[in-house]
């Protein structure tokens, strides 16, 4: 499976990018890193420290804002990770750049890398951004029967009412927003998957009853 994906990631070339001048305080970058045996692939994320004011205790990538000493987006997301989680950069073969895309909740831009482990990672999470590292192997998301939904309460223009977001459950752990559309958007583009999750959609409180 890991050599599939990887033979894949072709179609996302990586690409070192640099943030929008503009932009630059509202752009970031994450790893996606893949590793473990070839035919149980893993994953791995983070927890968010609870006292951050960003997400805190959401899983999420290692990763995080740009840096005006960062050469590229690249260098940020690998930054970052060894600031989080203590990865060594030569420990992984970064391959493709993601496409950049915005969390719903946050008006960021951020660009998934992803890369490979070249062989066994040895990670310390630093605590105060990060409260926990875990793996989580990629046929869990390849399990349609591992999906639900949830529900989170918004103000809308036509008034209040809720998003509905998918997510799954890994020892504990809801993975759910930009970080499960990565990894299933992934997927399905180099293993041809067919996960079809509703991201998201709005509902009034007049038809939630």
């Given at each position: 499976?890991?050599?599939?994906?990887?033979?894949?990631?072709?179609?996302?070339?990586?690409?070192?990018?640099?943030?929008?001048?503009?932009?630059?305080?509202?752009?970031?970058?994450?790893?996606?890193?893949?590793?473990?045996?070839?035919?149980?692939?893993?994953?791995?994320?983070?927890?968010?420290?609870?006292?951050?004011k960003?997400?805190?205790?959401?899983?999420?990538?290692?990763?995080?804002?740009?840096?005006?000493?960062?050469?590229?987006?690249?260098?940020?997301?690998?930054?970052e990770?060894?600031?989080?989680?203590?990865?060594?950069?030569?420990?992984?073969?970064?391959?493709?750049?993601?496409?950049?895309?915005?969390?719903?909740?946050?008006?960021?831009?951020?660009?998934?890398?992803?890369?490979?482990?070249?062989?066994?990672?040895?990670?310390?999470?630093?605590?105060?951004?990060?409260?926990?590292?875990?793996?989580?192997?990629?046929?869990i998301?390849?399990?349609i029967?591992?999906?639900?939904?949830f529900?989170?309460?918004?103000?809308?223009?036509?008034?209040?009412?809720?998003?509905?977001?998918?997510y799954?459950?890994?020892?504990?752990?809801?993975?759910?927003?930009?970080?499960?559309?990565?990894?299933?958007?992934?997927?399905?583009?180099?293993?041809?998957a067919?996960?079809?999750?509703?991201?998201?959609?709005?509902?009034?409180?007049?038809?939630?009853?």
């Amino acid at each position: 499976m890991l050599t599939t994906i990887a033979n894949e990631l072709i179609k996302f070339p990586l690409k070192k990018r640099q943030p929008d001048v503009n932009k630059t305080l509202t752009t970031a970058a994450v790893l996606v890193i893949l590793h473990g045996e070839d035919n149980n692939p893993h994953v791995v994320l983070t927890q968010r420290a609870l006292h951050l004011k960003s997400h805190p205790g959401e899983v999420a990538f290692p990763g995080g804002m740009w840096d005006q000493g960062d050469t590229n987006l690249l260098q940020t997301a690998l930054r970052e990770a060894n600031e989080e989680i203590g990865l060594n950069p030569n420990s992984v073969k970064p391959l493709a750049t993601l496409p950049a895309a915005s969390p719903k909740r946050r008006e960021i831009s951020v660009t998934p890398f992803v890369a490979i482990g070249l062989h066994d990672l040895e990670l310390t999470a630093d605590a105060s951004e990060t409260a926990a590292i875990f793996n989580v192997p990629l046929k869990i998301f390849l399990d349609i029967d591992q999906y639900q939904y949830f529900e989170i309460k918004t103000e809308m223009g036509t008034g209040d009412g809720v998003i509905r977001f998918p997510y799954l459950t890994y020892n504990n752990h809801k993975i759910w927003g930009f970080t499960l559309k990565v990894i299933t958007d992934l997927l399905n583009a180099t293993l041809n998957a067919g996960i079809e999750l509703k991201y998201p959609s709005h509902i009034t409180a007049d038809n939630n009853n």
